[in-house]
T-cell receptor, first 117, second 111 residues
Framework: GAVVSQHPSRVICKSGTSVKIECRSL??????MFWYRQFPKQSLMLMAT?????????EQGVEKDKFLINHASLTLSTLTVTSAHPEDSSFYIC?????????????FGQGTRLTVV | SQQGEEDPQALSIQEGENATMNCSYK?????LQWYRQNSGRGLVHLIL?????REKHSGRLRVTLDTSKKSSSLLITASRAADTASYFC???????????FGSGTRLSIRP
């Protein structure tokens, strides 16, 4: 299957700082990327959907100014958690999808565990 | 809520027994997928079933889909300790491109 690489896998940052998480599709062009957040013992909640070259669409209740998403190329999307606080500590997972055929299915990165201290 | 519902929330069975998890969703879908997640780790894709399919097998896994009831089930036969994990269904809705996850079932296999 297609490969989606997410980096870093784990990050610890101080409260008030910003953290950038990268999601790359390694062997296909991802026209759409999705960002999810997962709190302990809970399911994955969709935060936003981004299409290459356009603004991300955020789910209800997700602050777009706090979670900045950039999808500048067909192989890279970034999620920046700005002015992070302890309540932003979570597991963040990206998913990437091509636009047709088998690549119309979405493939998931391995996730980033963010801890804000 | 954006999530589908899964039941049971938690399931503990003896090694060798079968485990069945159920998923219900809200609107018309293109496909439904099942994923496994070990504690604190990424997702492992298990199986995808399309809206025009009713049953699919992969090794010890059997998935059914009933679009009239908007539900799916995942059966793991002859369970093993390594099957201990959380299992999620995920649906891709016909009207949107996004994939929405169910609430998940935490499966524990007792040796």
């Amino acid at each position: 299957g297609a490969v989606v690489s997410q980096h870093p896998s784990r990050v610890i940052c101080k409260s008030g700082t910003s953290v950038k998480i990268e999601c790359r599709s390694l062997d296909f062009q991802a026209t759409t990327m999705f960002w999810y957040r997962q709190f302990p013992k809970q399911s994955l909640m969709l935060m936003a959907t981004s299409n290459e070259g356009s603004k991300a669409t955020y789910e209800q209740g997700v602050e777009k100014d706090k979670f900045l998403i950039n999808h500048a190329s067909l192989t890279l999307s970034t999620l920046t958690v700005t002015s992070a606080h302890p309540e932003d500590s979570s597991f963040y997972i990206c998913s990437a999808r091509g636009d047709r055929g088998p690549l119309a299915e979405a493939f998931f990165g391995q996730g980033t565990r963010l801890t804000v201290v | 809520s954006q999530q589908g519902e899964e039941d049971p929330q938690a399931l503990s069975i003896q090694e060798g027994e079968n485990a069945t998890m159920n998923c219900s969703y809200k609107t018309s879908i293109n496909n439904l997928q099942w994923y496994r997640q070990n504690s604190g780790r990424g997702l492992v894709h298990l199986i995808l079933i399309r809206s025009n399919e009713r049953e699919k097998h992969s090794g010890r896994l059997r998935v059914t889909l009933d679009t009239s009831k908007k539900s799916s089930s995942l059966l793991i036969t002859a369970s093993r300790a390594a099957d201990t994990a959380s299992y999620f269904c995920a649906t891709r809705y016909s009207s949107a491109s996004k994939i929405i996850f169910g609430s998940g079932t935490r499966l524990s296999i007792r040796p």
